[in-house]
């Protein structure tokens, strides 16, 4: 087998490789976030549903929880805290 074939079938395997791992690394993290989800409160997690998996603005997640527009905002933030939290301990 010529030399330059050689090398790009090693560099193939090799990105492969990589690639599978950035996938597993991803999964992983994917799976520690939805575990931290789920020992939220419920309405820290349905505000962080509603906004980043749902993609409703603030303004619409207020309309469906019929809550003030300052009130969605102020749980948002408190809710990533608190999942950042989670996460970084997990």
Known sequence: MPDAIQKQIET?????????????QKTNRSELIRAAL???PAAD????????????????CA???????ATVKTRMLSARKKLAELVQDA
């Open 38 to 40: 789920m020992k939220l």
């Open 63 to 69: 309309l469906i929880l019929n809550l003030p527009v």
């Open 12 to 24: 193939t395997a090799a990105e492969s490789a990589d690639n599978l791992e950035i996938t597993l």
């Open 45 to 60: 997690r349905d505000i962080l549903n509603l906004v980043y998996f749902h993609e409703n603005s603030v303004e619409d």
